[in-house]
C-alpha cells in the first residue's frame, strides 16, 4: 500500500546541554513518495534524522521505523535505512569503490554491486584515485551511492544535492525516481532549495524552532492553495496562517 506509514514519530523531544533543540514534533512519512523536510537553518532537521538513524537517542517521544522503535530495536532499523547526513565520511586513501565495498561487507548484503551504484550517480570510470582527492560534488555523489547501495528500504538523505552541478542535480532527481519506482524505496530528504523541493516531493514537512507545524502534501499547495512552495514556506516562517 502506497499510503501506509514508514516512518512515525510521536512526541519526540531532544534536549542539548538543557535546551530542547527538538519539542512536540510528529511526523508521517508515507511508504513510497519523497518527503521533503524544511526549515530554517538550526530548526532541528538534522537532529531529527539523528534520531531517526539511532545517531542519537530523543530525550522524550518516538520514532518507529517500518514498525520498529528506533531505540529498542535498532539493529532492524539500521538494516532497512541507508543515509546521508552532514559531509560524509569516508576511508580518504581508500578508492570510491573500496570505500563502497567496506560498506556493502559492514551491511552483510550485495545490494546494487559497486559498479552499478558508481554509474547510478555518475561516478563510472574514475578508477583508483582516492576519495581524499575527490572534488566537492564527487564526494556528495559518492555519499548518495554508498547511502543506496545496500538496497535499503528508506532513504534518509540530509542536504543530498548540496555541492552538486545542475545536471548532477538532474540526474539525481532521475536516479530517486528510479529507486521509488523501480525499487520500492522511501526518501526522506532536505534542502534548502525550494525549488527543488517541490519538483521531486510528494509530502513536505516544516519544522521552526524545533516543532513540525506542517505536514502537507505538494499535490494541496499546488491545486488547493494554488501558490509555490517558495510562498507557502515564507508565510509559515514569517507566522502567518496557511491551513
Ligand atoms: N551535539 C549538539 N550539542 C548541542 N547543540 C546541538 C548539537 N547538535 C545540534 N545542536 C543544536 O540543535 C539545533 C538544531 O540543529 P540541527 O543541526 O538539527 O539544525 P538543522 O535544521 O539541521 O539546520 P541546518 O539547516 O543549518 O542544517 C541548533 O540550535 C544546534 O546548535
Ligand atoms: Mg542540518
Redesign the pocket.
Known sequence: MKNEPIILIKNLA?K??N?F??KDSNMTVPKGCVYGFL????????????VITGL?SPTNGTAEVLGFDVTKDREKVLQSIGSLI?APVFYEHLSASENLELHLDYMGAEGFGTKTALDMVGLNGIGSKPVGKFSLGMRQRLGIARAFIHKPKILIL??PINGLDPIGIRDIRNLFLTLIQKHGMTILL?S?ILSEIEHIADVVGV?VN?TVVQEISLEQIKDKMDIRLEEYFFNIMSGGNIS
Open positions: 531532544k542539548f546541554d535546551t533543540v527538538v526549515g530554517a537553518n538550526g530548526a532541528g532537521k538534522t537532529t531529527i534524522f539523528k542519537i552532514e540530509d542536504e532536505s534548502h519544522i524545533g
